[in-house]
T-cell receptor, first 113, second 114 residues
Framework: GNSVTQMEGPVTLSEEAFLTINCTYT??????LFWYVQYPGEGLQLLLK?????DKGSNKGFEATYRKETTSFHLEKGSVQVSDSAVYFC????????????FGKGTTLSVSS | DTAVSQTPKYLVTQMGNDKSIKCEQN?????MYWYKQDSKKFLKIMFS???????INETVPNRFSPKSPDKAHLNLHINSLELGDSAVYFC?????????????FGDGTRLSIL
């Protein structure tokens, strides 16, 4: 079946450090891939997405590249800020109507100054 | 101007009570969702409606009953609340029922059962 596996957290970094959060997926067909972010006390919001192999999604200094050969969609940022502290969810879409988006378990990032 | 709004934000109640959570979206979207997030942040889809029609109904106790009076509103009624129902419940919406459409989330309702 379809699934998403994220690295377990929490991830603790100092300000300006490099961030990688690993995400791998299992899917049939050609899924779309997403990263959502949840700031404390808020709902999830879309951070970036990629709809086909080799696409790179980017937003707010975050990037992720859809790698079909390694079935991965790792999230990266070159220099994190305290305000990036949040929970990050990798998600997969099969593109079908009436089926649920498949979320990973979430990775908590804590950035200290 | 809040896109997806849920009420109440906090709900503290006794075991065995019945409660409702309301959700409204002003994005003109056709599809709405209810999710449950546990204390470990794991997110589980419960229900989805497209134009007032139920399209996703995951394995959820039948004490949970969603209702969509129109495509801008999706409410969740919970009967006979149990301790295990304590969680954050999120409403979300998307433009259509195709799951590649981005979903827009409300800020959640924090339900605590005493």
């Amino acid at each position: 079946g379809n699934s998403v596996t994220q690295m377990e957290g929490p991830v603790t970094l100092s300000e300006e450090a490099f961030l990688t959060i690993n995400c791998t997926y299992t899917a049939t067909g050609y899924p779309s891939l997403f990263w959502y972010v949840q700031y404390p006390g808020e709902g999830l919001q879309l951070l970036l997405k990629a709809t086909k192999a080799d696409d790179k999604g980017s937003n707010k200094g975050f990037e992720a590249t859809y790698r079909k050969e390694t079935t991965s969609f790792h999230l990266e940022k070159g220099s994190v800020q305290v305000s990036d502290s949040a929970v990050y969810f990798c998600a997969l879409s099969t593109g079908q109507a009436g089926t649920a988006l498949i979320f990973g378990k979430g990775t908590t990032l804590s950035v200290s100054s | 101007d809040t896109a997806v709004s849920q009420t109440p934000k906090y709900l503290v109640t006794q075991m065995g009570n019945d409660k409702s959570i309301k959700c409204e979206q002003n994005l003109g979207h056709d599809t709405m969702y209810w999710y449950k997030q546990d204390s470990k942040k794991f997110l589980k889809i419960m229900f989805s409606y497209n134009n007032k029609e139920l399209i996703i109904n995951e394995t959820v106790p039948n004490r949970f009953s969603p209702k969509s009076p129109d495509k801008a509103h999706l409410n969740l009624h919970i009967n006979s609340l149990e301790l295990g129902d304590s969680a954050v419940y999120f409403c979300a919406s998307s433009q259509s029922a195709y799951n590649y459409q981005p979903q827009h989330f409300g800020d959640g309702t924090r339900l605590s059962i005493l």
